[in-house]
């Protein structure tokens, strides 16, 4: 298993298993390395770092044999209600079909709303094509289904639900600002490269000090 921090007003947290710290001083933003545990029932919980206050208390989680986790801690810590919560993602690690490789998106901010997210070779023109969006509709602290699509160079764009007013002016010299994430090689952003047989996961989440501008952590590799 890991962890990714994803609430942007959180302090350092700690991830105890059956009352051991195994991820100590998490950071917002910053993936955990894999860890490995037990296949049996374990106590959870998720602590501000080296104090006893308890945000998440999951008794019995179980573990399967042979199974990758990535944790998500979500939501604002100083939320009056809901505050930090954690979702169990199971990572993919079944090969896709030749010549294909696989990607899951998790919209992490937890303030953005639905967004459409569109993964399409580069060099999509949008003024002369009607794209639909490869994920429609993800709602905040939620992951994607994996997406199996051939190998190869890929832009990927984030737009608010619905709206296709950025994709429609991509003519422009640099991203519109209607784009809350733009990986198509403007403005110093790559455009990522996937190879056959990789299985990645791409994480939105807020920017640092800015709760309403968005960013994505590099890609997770979940396999190959």
Same mark, same amino acid.
């Given at each position: 298993? &890991? #962890? %990714?921090?994803? *609430? !942007?007003? @959180?302090?350092?947290? +700690?991830?105890? $298993? ?32 080296s ?11 179980t ?40 990607l &899951? #998106? %998790?919209?992490? *901010? !937890?303030? @953005?709303?639905?967004? +459409?997210?569109? $993964?399409?070779?580069?060099n999509?023109?949008?003024?002369k ?7 429609g ?33 991509q ?14 090689g ?21 920017? %640092? ?16």
């Amino acid at each position: 298993m &890991r #962890v %990714v921090p994803l *609430s !942007p007003d @959180s302090p350092t947290l +700690d991830l105890v $298993i059956d009352n051991k710290v195994v991820f100590g001083g998490m950071t917002y933003g910053v993936p955990t390395a894999f860890a490995s545990v037990t296949a049996i029932n374990h106590d959870l919980k998720l602590n501000v770092t080296s104090t006893s206050q308890n945000l998440i208390d999951h008794t019995a989680e179980t573990f399967a044999a042979g199974t990758s986790y990535t944790y998500l801690v979500t939501g604002f810590f100083s939320a009056s209600t809901g505050g930090v919560q954690t979702s169990r993602l199971i990572d993919d690690h079944t090969v896709a079909d030749k010549g294909n490789f696989k990607l &899951r #998106v %998790v919209n992490g *901010s !937890p303030n @953005s709303g639905q967004v +459409d997210v569109y $993964i399409v070779p580069t060099n999509t023109d949008f003024t002369k094509t009607i794209v639909a969006p490869t994920i429609g509709g993800l709602a905040s602290n939620t992951p994607s289904a994996y997406q199996s699509l051939a190998s190869g160079g890929y832009e990927i764009f984030v737009t608010r639900g619905g709206d296709y007013s950025c994709l429609a002016a991509q003519q422009l010299p640099s991203p519109p600002t209607a784009c809350l994430i733009n990986l198509n090689g403007l403005d110093g952003t790559a455009v990522p490269s996937f190879q056959a047989g990789q299985n990645r996961t791409l994480i939105m989440l807020n920017q %640092v000090g800015g709760l309403g501008s968005y960013t994505t952590l590099p890609m997770l590799a979940d396999l190959n």
